[in-house]
Structures are given as structure tokens and as C-alpha cells.
T-cell receptor, first 112, second 112 residues
Framework: RKEVEQDPGPFNVPEGATVAFNCTYS??????FFWYRQDCRKEPKLLMSVYSSGNEDGRFTAQLNRASQYISLLIRDSKLSDSATYLCVVNMYGRWPPDMRFGAGTRLTVKP | ETGVTQSPTHLIKTRGQQVTLRCSSQ?????VSWYQQALGQGPQFIFQYYREEENGRGNFPPRFSGLQFPNYSSELNVNALELDDSALYLCASSSRDSEELFFGEGSRLTVL
């Protein structure tokens, strides 16, 4: 089993659509979870951290289910500028310095 | 505040050659992690350096090696290059205050 697995995509959605990405992780000891965004041929950048209670930042909502070892990212009212690859990231062993492992990424294309 | 910088940005090598990639961490960051990102894949963890020592390693052979210097900058060395080593090599720094990874723009290596 891969350490971090994501929906492979790609997702092609119209502007204004709601889209959800899923991610599972293998190590139940993992403590910290993140979503990064990577634009084409650019470096990844932090989109949001995922807290145990779930968190929301504008149109973006992240949720965590520790029992199922599952993380999700919901994007509401999609914009053209949301087109990117979304990477699920897990601090695998809950230690410092963090040992961050990435999923393969889910590509999103938002169309007019 | 200076961000993470990597050099060179692009390079072409032939099979069997050796390459050294360099990374300057963001000011105040003492941890550097290296990732390999093949086309269409997520970043794969190579290794991490903390206070000049290797602090964790992914599933990469010994011909991938590294260093961290007292100023926390780092090098990634790859010996006996293979065609499959062609990828974007990303360096990320982080500080004790946060788990956020700050990436450089990467070094794109092509092995012919």
C-alpha cells in the first residue's frame, strides 16, 4: 500500500462547480495533514492545513477522518484560477523535523 | 526575507555522469528536504537534513547522497546517472515554528 494515495483525476469541471478530492494514508501514527497546490511547472505551495475538527478557508474546506485514515478537500464555486494539481501531504511519523510524504496529486481543470 | 533558491534551474547530463544540485534554505530555516518529481507524479521524498545530519531517507539508492552546511544550505549529489533520474528535483526548507514546507523552484535534470 502506498503511503499516501489520492484520486488520480483528472477532474474537468465547469466554473461554479463543486469538486471534492480524496486522499488516504497508510500510517495510523501520522499526526499532521496538508493540502498543497502546484501550478504547471511550478513548485508546490501550501494551500491549507487539515485539522482534526476540519477547517474552512473561503471556498475551500478540508476534513480529516482518523478512523478511516482519510482526508478530503472540497472546493466550492470553482474558479478558472483553481486549475492546478492538488497534492495531499502527510507528516508520516508525527515527529520533528517532519517527514512529509506526498500523494501523486490530482489535477483539476476548471473550464469556462 | 529570502526564499528558497536552487541551482542550476536546468541541466542536461548523460548516463553515467554525476550531478550536484544546490539549495539555499529560507532565512531562519534549519531543515532541508529533497524531493524527486517525475513528470505527472507527486514529489517523492529522497532525504532530509537537520543540523547538518541526514535525518531520514526515502526509497532511493546510495548513489543519491547529500550534505548540509553550517549555514543550512544543502547539496544533492547523484552518481552514475540513469535515464530514470530525469526529473524535477525540489528542495524544501522548514523551521521549528511550523511544519510548512517552503519549496524552491526546482532543478530540472534531463539524462540522455
Amino acid at each position: 500500500r502506498k503511503e499516501v494515495e489520492q484520486d488520480p483525476g483528472p477532474f474537468n469541471v465547469p466554473e461554479g462547480a463543486t469538486v471534492a478530492f480524496n486522499c488516504t494514508y497508510s500510517n495510523s501514527a501520522s499526526q499532521s495533514f496538508f493540502w498543497y497546490r502546484q501550478d504547471c511547472r511550478k513548485e508546490p505551495k501550501l494551500l491549507m492545513s487539515v485539522y482534526s475538527s476540519g477547517n474552512e478557508d473561503g471556498r475551500f474546506t478540508a476534513q480529516l477522518n482518523r478512523a478511516s485514515q482519510y482526508i478530503s478537500l472540497l472546493i466550492r464555486d470553482s474558479k478558472l484560477s483553481d486549475s492546478a494539481t492538488y497534492l495531499c501531504v502527510v507528516n508520516m511519523y508525527g515527529r520533528w523535523p517532519p517527514d512529509m510524504r506526498f500523494g501523486a496529486g490530482t489535477r483539476l481543470t476548471v473550464k469556462p | 526575507e529570502t526564499g528558497v533558491t536552487q541551482s542550476p534551474t536546468h541541466l542536461i547530463k548523460t548516463r553515467g555522469q554525476q550531478v550536484t544540485l544546490r539549495c539555499s534554505s529560507q532565512s531562519g530555516h534549519n531543515t532541508v528536504s529533497w524531493y524527486q518529481q517525475a513528470l505527472g507524479q507527486g514529489p517523492q521524498f529522497i532525504f532530509q537534513y537537520y543540523r547538518e545530519e541526514e535525518n531520514g531517507r526515502g526509497n532511493f539508492p546510495p548513489r543519491f547522497s547529500g550534505l548540509q552546511f553550517p549555514n543550512y544550505s544543502s547539496e544533492l549529489n547523484v552518481n552514475a546517472l540513469e535515464l530514470d533520474d530525469s526529473a524535477l528535483y525540489l528542495c524544501a526548507s522548514s523551521s521549528r515554528d511550523s511544519e510548512e514546507l517552503f519549496f524552491g523552484e526546482g532543478s530540472r535534470l534531463t539524462v540522455l
